[in-house]
């Protein structure tokens, strides 16, 4: 079979290997879709701690079941299936406690595992052990139930940030993140939800699919300013900063209202993560700042039945298919900010 495999920092290969067969408690799956994301540029690039090549990538999965490891239950082959990505193990004190998206030790698809750019792949006995295998509901294609590993993303972090009816909502970059935050923000009742962004050409792009109720481009304006004109000098309820930018944190802070909350959605380089905190705006506004990490199992399962309700469509986000020998067209159009987003159908 086929897999794109990571073997160091610029080096992605399309090769041919042996077909897996799963162990007791593991099972193989047919990979339908694999959409693609920036982590997954920041790995071709740079690499990660994680990752020990070679490795096969990808983390945004959906296919159906081909073969049952010994001693699983409650699956066939020909299930449709999405597989979480961020592995909790389960069982330390932070699981115990309900914090699965912050489990000291886990482990990740793509990562500790083989991922999805590959023909077939192994769900390992953890995945399944923390309820990581998803049914995809009927009616939801396999790209689209690809999109619930970063729509659950996005889940935790509006619910850490609560957003909520009413709210004005500002959300700082418009790629397929910032995207899902804006349909997301408005299925939890949002008022009014803004869209701004760096790059005119990709704020366009995504303003034309979601339909802020204003799109500002941060390179023509202030920001900041701009999001008091459209608040009448109140600020936002909630800022979500979905772009890896230390600027963007530091505005948010001074476009928020009283008793804002704002998402530190995207995290910053592991080089330069420092930025300038004005710390009494936080004090007399009262304002709650937030980091979100990743997703647990349940948020995986409850953003397939927001997409499989049309409360977040998702499908009209999918601006390119491409096939696995493909792979690293997609890395770079998405690395150029050319999509929203962009799936691999091996």
Same mark, same amino acid.
């Given at each position: 079979m086929k897999v794109a495999r990571f073997h160091a920092p610029g080096d992605i290969r399309l090769e041919d290997v042996p077909e897996p067969r799963p162990r007791p408690g593991e099972v193989k799956v047919r990979v339908r879709n694999c959409s693609t994301c920036g982590t997954d540029v920041k790995i071709f690039r740079y690499g990660h701690h994680h990752?020990?090549?070679?490795?096969?990538?990808?983390?945004?999965?959906?296919?159906?079941?081909?073969?049952?490891?010994?001693?699983?239950?409650?699956?066939?082959?020909?299930?449709? #299936?999405?597989?979480?990505?961020? +592995? =909790?193990? %389960? /069982?330390?004190?932070?699981?115990?406690?309900?914090?699965?998206?912050?489990?000291?030790?886990?482990?990740?698809?793509?990562y500790h595992y083989d991922g999805?750019?590959?023909?077939?792949?192994?769900?390992?006995?953890?995945?399944?052990? #923390?309820?990581?295998?998803?049914? +995809? =509901?009927? %009616? /939801?294609g396999f790209a689209e139930a690809s999109v619930a590993e970063p729509l659950a993303c996005v889940l935790n972090g509006q619910e850490l940030a609560r957003v909520g009816d009413g709210d004005d909502v500002v959300v700082v970059g418009s790629g397929p993140i910032g995207c899902l935050h804006v349909r997301l923000a408005r299925a939890r009742g949002a008022g009014r939800v803004f869209l701004a962004d760096l790059n005119a050409g990709r704020l366009a792009m995504a303003a034309d699919l979601v339909r802020p109720d204003a799109a500002i481009c941060a390179g023509d304006v202030d920001l900041v300013d701009e999001v008091r004109k459209l608040t009448g000098g109140r600020g936002a309820d909630v800022v979500v900063t979905a772009a890896a930018s230390g600027a963007a944190q530091e505005q948010?802070?001074?476009?928020?209202?009283?008793?804002?909350?704002?998402?530190?959605?995207?995290?910053?380089?592991?080089?330069?993560?420092?930025?300038?905190l004005d710390s009494n705006v936080v004090h007399y506004r009262e304002l709650t700042i937030v980091g979100a990490n990743g997703s647990s199992p349940a948020h995986n399962a409850r953003a397939l039945g927001l997409i499989a309700g049309g409360a977040v469509p998702v499908a009209d986000l999918i601006t390119h298919r491409l096939g696995l020998p493909e792979v690293l067209d997609a890395i770079d159009v998405v690395g150029r900010g050319a999509a929203i987003k962009v799936t691999i159908e091996p």
């Open positions: 990752i020990r090549p070679p490795r096969v990538m990808g983390h945004e999965i959906a296919g159906e079941i081909a073969e049952l490891g010994d001693g699983v239950t409650g699956w066939s082959p020909g299930d449709r #299936v999405q597989v979480i990505a961020a +592995i =909790p193990c %389960g /069982v330390c004190e932070e699981c115990r406690r309900g914090h699965r998206t912050v489990c000291p030790d886990q482990e990740s698809m793509g999805g750019f590959a023909q077939y792949m192994i769900v390992p006995a953890k995945v399944l052990a #923390v309820d990581g295998l998803n049914r +995809i =509901p009927d %009616g /939801v948010a802070v001074q476009m928020a209202a009283r008793q804002g909350r704002i998402s530190f959605f995207g995290g910053l380089p592991k080089d330069d993560p420092v930025i300038r």
